[in-house]
Nanobody, 114 residues
Framework: QVQLVESGGGLVQAGGSLRLSCAAS????????MGWYRQAPGKQRELVAR???????NYADSVKGRFTISRDNAKNTVYLQMNSLKPEDTGVYYC????????WGQGTQVTVSS
């Protein structure tokens, strides 16, 4: 059974920082691509950042230079460091694991106030 558990969301002022964590179980973590997606109210879920099993990364244009995705294979955990947060970053952030298909966590709320 695949399980992805996010943590680290919360309420923060614009310009502040948060670090999200996603702990994975039920997969051979080091062989999966991992990612973070978000869904703002009234919008579709969108890619925020992804990291391959080999460590290559890609980011949404809106977060480049502000967010950093990383992974610790020894801990089966992927992180999203979010700096210089803006109100438009508000949404539910979901952890994703991909190999042949997608697996999703339950999401964690991030709210950025102006």
């Amino acid at each position: 059974q695949v399980q992805l558990v996010e943590s680290g969301g919360g309420l923060v002022q614009a310009g502040g920082s948060l670090r999200l964590s996603c702990a994975a179980s039920g997969i051979i973590f080091s062989t999966f691509a991992m990612g973070w997606y978000r869904q703002a109210p009234g919008k579709q879920r969108e890619l925020v950042a992804r990291i391959s099993w080999g460590g290559s990364t890609n980011y949404a244009d809106s977060v480049k230079g502000r967010f950093t995705i990383s992974r610790d294979n020894a801990k089966n955990t992927v992180y999203l460091q979010m700096n210089s947060l803006k109100p438009e970053d508000t949404g539910v952030y979901y952890c994703n694991a991909f190999k042949w298909s997608d697996y999703w966590g339950q999401g964690t709320q991030v709210t950025v106030s102006s």
